[in-house]
């Protein structure tokens, strides 16, 4: 019996390793979709600060709704004034066949651009945190696989690479699969060097969840090319008891 199963073994009829992969892929698909919550607004500090020391700081509201056909989150910058009314809009379709959108109003031009989803190199204004953080589909299309294990501040985790189909540049995501948590992403241009160093820490269970998610509290964001660096801190988790898919509009802002 056991030559039996070593010779299905060879033969790749079961693979072991196809298995474990699968479970690291649900467990990062989990782990993403903490990153978007339900019902729910946090009220969040950005401070972003130069090579040379110098900071800005910026305040948002975001916003996230899950409503019948679609999963959204709203970003709205309300300081600095020269920023303040710029509304960023990210919409998850449920159903597959429709592309995740990212959608930009900005005062100043008083227009609405709209891009794919999955486009990491849209950030804030005037930092290095990208427009799709908050998103579940951050990661669409993203074609998965494993790398070596690795340690992150005393934790054992699975490093996985993520990468468009036909695209050199690539993710690598540091990721705790048992309790899948997110805790890093460095992004990587098509020779191999680091672009982004991105950190997820400060977990915690918001009190009005009877599950057991959690959320990155904080989020740290290097850029080794321009020296950047930007601190993202949620400062209050409150959950939005009356919501209306109409509140996540941005064609409100083109009205006369």
Do not use: W
Request: hydrophobic fraction near 35%; aromatic fraction near 10%; glycine fraction near 4%.
């Amino acid at each position: 019996m056991q030559i039996a199963l070593l010779f299905i073994y060879l033969l790749g009829i079961i693979n072991p390793a196809n298995g474990a992969e699968k479970q690291t892929k649900t467990a990062f698909e989990n782990a993403v979709k903490k990153l978007a919550l339900k019902d729910a607004q946090a009220q969040i500090t950005l401070e972003t600060t130069d090579a040379g020391g110098s900071s800005i700081l910026r305040k948002l509201n975001v916003s996230f709704g899950r409503f019948e056909k679609a999963r959204k989150v709203m970003i709205e910058i309300t300081a600095p004034e020269d920023l303040k009314g710029t509304q960023i809009l990210t919409t998850h379709f449920i159903d597959k066949s429709r592309k995740s959108t990212i959608e930009i109003f900005l005062p100043s031009t008083g227009k609405i651009r709209k891009f794919r989803a999955n486009n990491r190199k849209l950030k804030i204004p005037g930092t290095e945190i990208p427009m799709n953080h908050f998103s579940s589909a951050a990661f669409d299309d993203y074609l998965i696989s494993e790398e070596e294990k690795d340690n992150f501040n005393g934790r054992e985790v699975q490093k996985i690479k993520l990468q468009l189909p036909g695209n050199a540049e690539y993710l690598v995501a540091y990721l705790d699969v048992q309790a899948e948590l997110l805790y890093r992403i460095n992004s990587f241009d098509n020779k191999g060097n680091l672009t982004s160093d991105t950190e997820f820490t400060d977990y915690r269970h918001p009190e009005f969840y009877t599950s057991e998610n959690h959320f990155p509290y904080k989020v740290h964001v290097y850029n080794p090319t321009s020296g950047k660096t930007s601190e993202l801190t949620i400062t209050k988790l409150s959950q939005l008891t009356q919501i209306r898919d109409s509140d996540f509009d941005l064609d409100k802002n083109l009205q006369p």
